[in-house]
């Protein structure tokens, strides 16, 4: 007997949907283990971590799209109500900061090109595009247009956002940074209804944002919906921790079904060199964190994760779990990510002139990448 209509749709199969459920409860399992075991930003690197290892493992574990929406929305509204009306005061440093990131950028994907050509032995396109310090969605456009090896790109980009989200918030307490616990430490809304307004107006702020394709989306879009009530004094207090464990349990489900359907050879082949790629990157992060830092007189680990080559929406949630400023964070990553949408075309162009077939001397699969 045939499927109703409404359980067509591929992501309302049984099967899938099965397997959605499953992985949720494998991140929520990882999730709290690393928070019982009181590791920093445990529900988030835990539930990533699990998820990778059973999707290495075989395992086809996916996340649902609405799911990954409704949870950008929650964790964008949380993150919003981190503003207050004295965070408006501290933006007078972020030109500088601002300034230093721009300049980072370009040195950053240069010695990583460079590490990637000239001693990994990839393609120049595959390299280029792989350097790109976040924009996945945008740079994989523009790879896929430009004849580079979308799957060596994907991969590097991957590995790169799966490292950072699971070994920045120890790193981060390394440096001596507090709190770098499982949740923010800002207070619950006092009532029912500034709950309501709340999440009122990041579901507004959140659909305005994916109607205009406002970068980062849902998440960027809530979250600047409601830092705005709450940086004018108009709302106080974020969401209550389920709301939030459920969203980083989500967030980092869907970061590590990214390896589903990635072979062990695939991982062998580049394993090391997209990890040392990472460490260029981070290193040139580091010094250009330094100097930032020094300039503005902003925290060191907060100006880190800002410049740090990961994504959007994931560096602004780890900001949020590390009690740093999730507004300046964003508003760094934010800056780079229309830097490398605008910049990176005219930069191909010129290098690389009309696509051409990509190097792929290393056999890998053709697993398309998931978003």
């Not at 394993?271 to 503005?296: E, K, Q």
């Amino acid at each position: 007997m045939p499927l109703p209509l409404l359980f067509q749709h591929p992501s309302l199969r049984p099967r899938t949907l099965l397997w959605v459920v499953l992985t949720l409860v494998i991140a929520t399992a990882g999730g709290a283990l690393f928070a019982y075991a009181g590791m920093p930003a445990g529900w988030l690197s835990g539930a990533l971590v699990a998820t990778a290892v059973v999707a290495l493992a075989g395992a086809p574990v996916a996340m649902d799209s609405n799911i990954r929406m409704v949870t950008y929305v929650v964790l964008g509204t949380s993150m919003g109500s981190a503003l207050s009306p004295e965070t408006l005061t501290g933006i007078a440093t972020w030109p500088v900061t601002m300034v230093v990131l721009i300049i980072s950028v370009p040195v950053m994907m240069a010695a990583v090109i460079l590490y990637l050509e000239k001693v990994a032995g990839w393609d120049r396109r595959s390299a280029f595009f792989a350097a790109a310090p976040g924009a996945l969605s945008a740079v994989l456009a523009m790879a896929e247009n430009s004849g580079a090896d979308t799957r060596r790109v994907v991969f590097g980009q991957s590995l790169r956002l799966f490292v950072l989200v699971a070994l920045l918030p120890a790193a981060i307490g390394g440096l001596g940074h507090e709190p770098s616990g499982a949740l923010p430490v800002h207070p619950v809304v006092p009532d029912a209804l500034s709950f309501c307004l709340s999440v009122g107006a990041g579901i507004v702020g959140a659909f305005l944002a994916e109607r205009f394709r406002f970068p980062g989306g849902a998440m960027v879009g809530a979250m600047l919906a409601s830092g705005a009530v709450h940086a004018f004094g108009l709302i106080e207090g974020r969401l209550p921790d389920l709301f939030l464990i459920v969203g980083f349990v989500v967030l980092g489900a869907n970061t590590g079904s990214r390896f589903a359907g990635t072979r062990l050879e695939t991982l062998k082949s580049f394993f090391l060199d997209a990890l040392a790629a990472l460490l260029i990157a981070t290193a040139v992060s580091l010094a250009f964190a330094l100097l930032g830092s020094w300039l503005s007189g902003e925290p060191l680990p907060k100006v880190l994760v800002a410049y740090v080559p990961g994504a959007l929406e994931a560096m602004t949630i780890m900001a949020f779990v590390l009690g740093l400023d999730p507004a300046f964070v964003a508003a760094h990553h934010l800056t780079r990510f229309l830097g490398l949408a605008l910049l990176i075309p005219l930069a191909a162009r010129l290098l690389f002139g009309p696509a051409a077939i990509p190097s792929e001397k290393t056999p890998i699969d053709d697993t398309e990448p998931k978003d």
